[in-house]
């Protein structure tokens, strides 16, 4: 018998036994059509497997079993189908990555296959409700954060005004000059020997500078010794006197005489006549 016949005698009696468990209450309905996708996309890989002459019955055979399986997961959960229908991206994506590597040839085919994955992923992760949690995620963590920061915040800057506030008092307490006191005298310290000793020297020294330094004064006439000039600070100097001769007249300076001397009698007396002249 050939294989085609009984591919089509087990098809047939497999349907048969369905419909009478069917019939008997039992729903199998809904679980047939999916079992019947599995079972043509395992034909394929097989006979991709067993000829092994194309490699599109196993980009054929992989795409059925991943659809039959979605399906029999959302035969018990039907409502989720608006949460898992990237699914549909992804399984095409999977199954071009299975033909790139059971054929060399077709390569290629790997760069729309991830392309398609990627696209999956990102359509599931809206569609599951996983990007609202993530916003609901970071927007609960930003006002807690918030909640806390203020009063934080505020605590932080109080705080540093405070400490600002009392190193600008202590900057300006440094910059004021402090009071001036004026020093006390101290005492004069007593003189000891040295000290006089020294004074002498300097006595000495300066009276001898002045001594060197004054020419002698010339002699000069005086009438009594003790009326005579002293010169020096400290003794006379020697210097000789002598008194002048009774003999000896000092040329003295001529006394002008008035033009109207011999004119005046002694018996008259200036103002008789008005015409004499006035002095």
């Avoid at 002699?219 to 002293?230: I, M």
Wanted: net charge negative; hydrophobic share 45%; glycine share 8%.
């Amino acid at each position: 018998m050939p294989t085609s016949n009984r591919i089509v005698g087990i098809t047939l009696v497999v349907i048969g036994v369905l419909i009478l468990l069917g019939q008997m209450g039992l729903d199998f309905f809904g679980w047939l059509w999916p079992v019947l996708l599995c079972v043509i996309g395992a034909g394929l890989m097989w006979s991709w497997y067993t000829r092994g002459d194309d490699s599109g019955k196993a980009f054929s055979g992989v795409l059925l079993i991943l659809l039959a399986c979605f399906f029999l997961f959302m035969r018990r959960e039907p409502a989720q189908m608006e949460q898992h229908w990237p699914f549909f991206v992804l399984a095409p994506g999977l199954s071009l990555l299975v033909m790139s590597r059971v054929d060399r040839s077709r390569r290629d085919a790997s760069v729309p296959g991830w392309i398609a994955i990627a696209a999956a992923l990102v359509l599931y992760f809206f569609s599951s409700g996983l990007f609202m949690g993530l916003m609901g995620f970071i927007f609960g963590l930003i006002g807690l954060v918030l909640r806390l920061l203020v009063p934080l915040a505020l605590v932080g800057l109080g705080g540093w005004m405070l400490v600002n506030h009392r190193r600008r008092e202590q900057s300006v307490r440094t910059a004021v000059p402090e009071k001036y006191e004026p020093a006390r005298p101290s005492e004069p310290d007593e003189p000891d020997e040295q000290d006089e000793q020294d004074a002498e020297y300097e006595d000495e020294a300066e009276y001898t500078e002045l001594d060197h330094s004054v020419s002698p004064a010339p002699a000069v006439l005086v009438e009594d010794a003790d009326e005579r000039p002293k010169y020096g600070p400290y003794d006379e100097p020697d210097v000789e006197t002598f008194d002048r001769p009774d003999d000896e007249v000092l040329d003295e300076p001529a006394q002008p005489a008035r033009p109207d001397d011999a004119a005046l009698e002694p018996d008259e007396e200036p103002g008789e006549d008005d015409d004499a002249p006035r002095y």
